[in-house]
Structures are given as C-alpha cells and as structure tokens.
C-alpha cells in the first residue's frame, strides 16, 4: 500500500534536488542510484539477521557500507567522495550482480554540495527493503510524476489509461508478453498485476474498481496501489510464478529508460526482469519472436529523413507509427492479441504506407476495435489526439465488423493538471469492448459496428468511427424528413480576383461567426470580386452560411449564421464557407437555421469531417445529402417565433454582460493620491531574473502555487491552469508572496486584469510573476476592495492605457504606475461604493444565468422536431 508518508518522502527526495537537478528523469536517476545502494545494504543485513552472510557490500565494498556512509563521523565531503565513488565502483565489481551493475552504469553525481547531499541521503535512508512490493509502489509512484521524453516523441502514458487497454486485452498467466517500446515498464507492470490479481482467491470482480473506472475525488494512481496490494495471488503455483516472470519482456532504444525499467520491474518482484536496450524498428536479431500479448505506447516522432528499416516488414515506410504498429501484428502468435496507442495519422492519413496498413489490419484479421481517446490525455507534454487499436487474431477472424468506441471523457479535463471530473466514458467502454468479445452488442451512443466491406469501399480503410456514424434516428420523428438538397441550394464560396471588371465587397469569412451563433461584421474583409463572379454569389437576406473549412484539432466545422442584415452594401462569402438557400416556398429560412444550427451543436457534422495537413473539412455531399424534420410551414412559423422571443431575452441580457463596467461617480473634493504613495499603497512586483523559477522548477505536487497573468482574470483568480513550485526554490524567491487582502494587477500582456485575495477565494500560499504587481492597502485609510472596483473603471483603465510600452508585448513600467493617480473618498464612503457595485454584479450574474437558461430551451424546443 502506498501511504501519505510514502508520498512525501519521494516528493521530498525530488525537492531536495531540484535546485541541483532541475531535469525531472535525472531526478528519478539520483533516487534510482541512492535506494538500489541502500537496497543493497538491506539485503545484506537481511540475511545476516536470517544467518547468512552479506553478498553485496563486503569485501573489497565493505568500505561503502550504508551504515558507514551515514555515519556522524564522516564531514559533508567526505560522505561526498564516499557516495561518488561508491557509485563508479558499484558499475564495475564483479561482486555486484549484472542487474545492479547495468544501473550504475555511467551513474555519477551531478552536483558538489555536501549539504544537499546529506539532507537526500537522509531521506532515502527512511526507505527500507523489507516489504518489496510497497517498494514497488513507491517507485512506480515516482516513475508516475516523471516528465514527457518529447525529444523523441515519447509521452508517459497515464495509469488509468494502461490499466483500461491491459484490461481490454486481458493477458493471462501462460501469456508471452512483450512491450516493444517500453519505456519505464507502465504496461508489463500493470499486465503482470492484473495475471496476479485475476489469479488471487480474494478477488471479487463485482467489488474491484480498477484506477479507470475510479470516481471518488482521490488520485486514481493511489487509489489503484491501495487496490494492487491487497490480493494474495494464491491460485498462481511456484512455477506458474517463475513462468510468469520469465515470460514478460520490454525493449526499449533508450539506456536510460532500460535502467528504470530494470529498477521498477525488480522492485516489482522480477528478480531477473527481461529488459533489453534493442532498436525494434532497425534490429532484426529478434524479429523470428512472436508473443501472445503485446501492448505498447510507441513513439509517435519520427526522425528528420525518417527511419530506415530492415527489408522485413510488410509494410514499406518509413514513420515511425507505421513501422511499430506493423511490427506489433507481425509478432502476435496465432491466437494473439494486442493493445496499442496510436497518433490520430494513422487512422486517417491517406499516404501510401498509412492505407497499406490499415488495409492488413483488417483484411488480415487483426484489428476487432478501435477506441477514440480524447485530444489532450498526455497533457501537460502535449495536447496530441490518441486512440487505441485492439487487435485479436482469433476474435477479428470471427467478426464481419469491426467496434469503434467514441471515449470524450476519461475522468480527468484536459488541462495542464488534469483535474478530476465527474465524467467518465472508460468504464462503459470497457463493458462495451468486453460484451463484444463475446459476441454481444450492446448499444450505446458512444459505440456503433462497421462492417469491413464498408470500411474497404474507397480503398482508404479509415479508421475515424464518426465516418460511419449512422444516420439520425428518425423513428421518433412526426414530421416527413427531406434531404437538405431537395429544398435548398448549394453555393461555394469565392475569393478575391482583380480581373477588370471588379467590385469592392464584403466577404463573410469564419472570423465571422460568433461564438454565439450571431453574425458579426465589425472586422469583416472587403476585397475585388469579379462582376461575372459576383452575379450568382451575392448574399440575400434569410441565406445560410456554412462554414465548411478550417476549425482545429478538436473544433469540428460546420457552424451556421443566419444571414440577416438589410442594408444597401454588397455581401458575398469566402471559400472557406458555402452559401445555402433555401428554394422550397414551404421552409422558413429561418427555421431551417436553427435545424441546421442543432446538427452542429449535438456533434452531428463531426460524421462528415475529413483532414487534410491538419485541416479540418466538411464532406459537403454526405452533408447535403442529410435528412431533417420538416413540420407544416405554420409549425415551422410558431417555433422560430418562440425561438425568437428566447433570442430577444438572451441578446438583452447580453448586452448587460457585456457593456457593465463598475462606473464611480468621482466627487471633485475627493483627494487624489498616487499608486506609489505608501502611506496607502505598499507596490511590491513579482520576483524576475535569478531567482525566477525555471521551467524544471514546477511540479505537480508542490509546495507552492505560483500565478501566471494567465491566472488573473477581471475581478477573480482563475486557478485552472497553474504551476507548483518546491519549498526549497518558493523560500529563495525574494518576493511576489500574496498577503490575504492583497489585489493583484496585471501590468504586461494582458495589461488591466485585477483579483483580490479576499475571503472568497481558497487560500492557497501563492505567489507571483513579473508580469504583475502586489497592491497591499492600508486598510486604516484604503478598503481593498474599493481599490479593486476603481482599478476596473474605465478612468484608471483610461489612464494606463497612455502610459503603456513596448510593441510585440505591451507593458506598463512599475516607475509609470506608481504615478498614476486614483481618487480615494472617505472609508464609509468607500464602503457605500464596494456595496452598490457588488449589488449590480449580482444583477449581471443573473443575466448570465438568464442567458444560459433561455440557450438551453432554444435547445430543448429544436429537439422536440427530433422527436428528442
């Protein structure tokens, strides 16, 4: 069991090296090198205690005894040079097993600071062999916090995410497994933990929560070694387990990452863990292998020229997915099976070498799954889009389809620290993907079943589950359903040409569409049309705009704004939109936008989206070709009024929102007095230069929340996205630390933003940087609340903004601020002022609320012609 203590000891360990290490698997290395040389004493002593003699440190290496390394005797340096040459030594005695040897190989110390050495060595001493597998744990812990390998386009996996496809793929106790790319061993530890607890007389699969499935607010990594550590493994015979540990082998291209796999797998109960440093996609000494099980997050980089691979692949390329992938079904046995991580390329990219492999994967029987992964489970290394391939020779034999399973939420946001949420589609996935290895489907919005036929069509063999959504079911709909191409026409869009004769128009670009849904045209484009263009692409008031290219990785296309303006200018559309207008007498314009706007917002277009260079775009075809409810045109006439009506209140809550600004009434008598004055303003910027934490400086577990001007929004402190740093480096920066009561304004970047650090928000020990300033108040003369509200009236706003600097990145220099004058009335005054504005923001929060209540029933009232 992995307890607090546990945790914080490592967490400690790391911290004290942080200002010599910075680098997080250079840390991992220090502690690696330091717990396998007092492992070793412990052992030793072990089995004195049981009668036995040491094997480890004596001899010849009995000078480097832990107990004399710790000794009170030795000064700092001399314990320096003990422990540095112990670790030289230990990489070359033949008195210190292979295993051990292979870690210390090239192991030194990075740094000459006997004090910071001491207070390490001190902490790993608390560790003690004596109970492995909470050793095991530990270590996997650490492994758990180690930092992306982005170099070589290696991200570490998340638990939760190798323990949900170790639980699809489902090895077994006689299984040959193998991790291909290994990295610090996640998959081969999670399979050999799953065989043990599959084969243990005190498992009950009715009450085990396996770390994806976990919903309570607690770290899912803890909760799961809490788990791991209770079953006893009793059905597992002596050589059952030797058979089990000999059968599950890693290779990795990395030295270093080899070492940590060795490490973790021996402290995983592997006496003699198979971990070999062996280049898979160049390497062919063991190609002739084949495994029952392999499961594997590959790299997704390939090198600048690509790689260059032996002649034994079937598939020629030269990437390094392509590559590992066909690699992993070429050496599945006959009945094998398979768990992969794959970059969002391979399920679509339409080179050569991509459809060649899709196509073995399923004309050849390996590929029964596909499971979509959310974009941004690697976060914080990186926001790359993922999905699993889940091969199994035997079950894809069996099966004319193939499941894809659509995952949007993983339990985790997708942001840098990866909070847990409340949503979780891992668990029906799972059950999903278990009924259909045993032939049952079982429905779900997140599932559906291609047939390989369908998937052989066009000769892509894409893997993208949207493609082949179904159509909408129409079964609960009242009204006839028409295709869109029966009553509209489809009109690309057009860009600039200067051939004589041209006009000046206004094109309606993406950049166009609100976020809302509304058409703004306060940055719209006017470019030369050609006249003989412009004679069939000019905008009539009730069109539909379409936008059919551009959006990003994880915004679809197929947004709509209704076309509603009536003046005399000449409009027309880009060519990254299409125009649609309607040509049927019996559809109202604007109740077909509001159908259209429905297919959008519930996700429906994404059936339609193809890719190319990172590009999304709409297949117009297949969306000209959907169908929608259409209802007597009086019906239609009756919803767009209610629709309207909904509209009227949101626009004017809107306009609340958005044009509220706290305005003060200044009296003329009311003194003035300078931010710098510090009878009633103490200034204090946020710490810079040498003591500004590095990058290698954050970590997840920290001691102290450092804000970015990202974190500074108007009026409050948004936390979701924020950096840790050690106590050892928060004690060496010099300032920026936040009092309660203090307000916080940005002065670079986003220039203006203000929060206070008042009884509203969940103290934290926070500090700041250099992008912003410190405003503590003498409260006997400057409420700092009343200081918050006047720093977000337009006449300070007003104020800074003449006085800003630099181009690329405005700012505004501490010596300017402190000359800026705001006008301070009398403390009851002040008071009065903090009380009527926070009424007033009490009324816009309502209008906020009133906004998204009357969204949700335009929503609610478009479904019902869905039948929905």
Known sequence: ???????????????????????????????????????????????????????FLTGELKEFAWGRLMSRELSGMQRWELYTRALLTFSKSEQIPELFRSIFKDAYLPYRDPETLNLFLKEIHEFSYDNSENLGNAYEYLLSILGSQGDAGQFRTPRHIIDFIVECVGPQKTDRILDPACGTAGFLISSYKHIWRENSTNYDPATYTPSFAETRNTDSFTVE???????????????????????????????DMVRLSLVNMYLHNFPEPKIVEYDTLTYEDRWDDDFDVILANPPFMTPKGGIRPHRRFSVSANRAEVLF???????????????????????????????????????????????????????????????VLLLDKELAKRNKEVLFVKVENDGFDLGAQRRRIDKNDLPKAYEIIGKW??????????????????????????????????????????????????????????????????????????????????????DIAELPVEIKQLETRKLSYGDIILENSGGGPTQPVGRVVFFDVNDSKIYSWSNFTSRIRVIDKNVSPKYLYHVLNHLYQTGYTENFQNRTSGIRNLDKKAYQETKIPLPPLDVQKALVAELDGYQKIIDGARQVVDNWKPQISIDPEWPKVKLGDSNFIKIIDGDRGVNYPKKS???????????????????????????????EKDEKLRKGKLNKYDVVLTTRGTLGNTAFYGD?????????????????????????????????????????????SGSAQPQLPIRILVEIQIPIPPLETQNKIVAEIETEQQAVDHNKKLIALYEQKIKDKVKEVWGE
């Open 325 to 387: 992938v066909d690699y992993i079904a070429e050496h599945l046995t006959v009945n094998g099976k398979a768990g992969i991580v794959v970059p969002e390329g391979i399920i679509f990219q339409t080179a050569t070498a991509y459809k060649a492999l899709r196509k073995m994967l399923v004309e050849d029987n390996y590929l029964y799954a596909v499971v979509s992964m959310p974009a941004g489970i690697f976060q914080p290394y990186a926001g790359v889009k993922t999905s």
């Open 225 to 255: 070694i809490q788990q791991d550590g209770k079953f006893n493994g009793a059905k597992l015979t002596p050589t059952d387990r030797t058979k089990l540990a000999k059968n599950i082998e890693g290779y990795d291209i990395s030295p």
């Open 437 to 522: 290895k045993k032939g049952e489907k079982q429905t779900s919005p997140i599932a559906q079943w291609v047939e390989k036929s369908k998937l052989a069509e066009n000769g892509e063999y894409n893997l993208t589950g949207d493609r082949y959504r179904a159509a909408i079911d129409y079964s609960r709909v009242k009204w006839p359903m028409v295709e869109l191409n029966e009553i509209c026409d489809f009109k690309n869009g057009l860009w600039k040409g200067k051939k004589p004769p041209y006009e000046i128009v206004n094109i309606i670009r993406n950049t166009n569409f609100g976020k809302n849904g509304e058409l703004k045209l306060d």
């Open 1 to 55: 069991m992995l307890d607090k203590d546990i945790k914080q000891r490592i967490n400690t360990a790391r911290q004290i090296l942080v200002g010599k290490v910075p680098d997080p698997k250079a840390q991992v290395e220090q502690i690696t090198n330091a717990l396998i040389y007092k492992f070793m004493d412990d052992m030793d002593r072990n089995n004195e205690e049981l009668g036995g003699k040491a094997q």
């Open 760 to 804: 509203n928000v969940n103290h934290f020990h926070l500090r700041i940087n250099s992008g912003m300033v410190i405003l503590r108040c003498n409260t006997d003369r400057l409420l700092p609340n009343f200081l918050l509200k006047m720093l977000n009236t337009n006449t300070f706003l007003n104020q800074m903004n003449n006085f800003l």
């Open 697 to 727: 400086d954050f970590m997840e577990n920290g001691y102290c929340l450092f804000l970015n001007t990202s974190n500074v929004r108007k009026g409050y402190f948004d936390f979701s996205k924020t950096d840790f740093i050690s106590k």
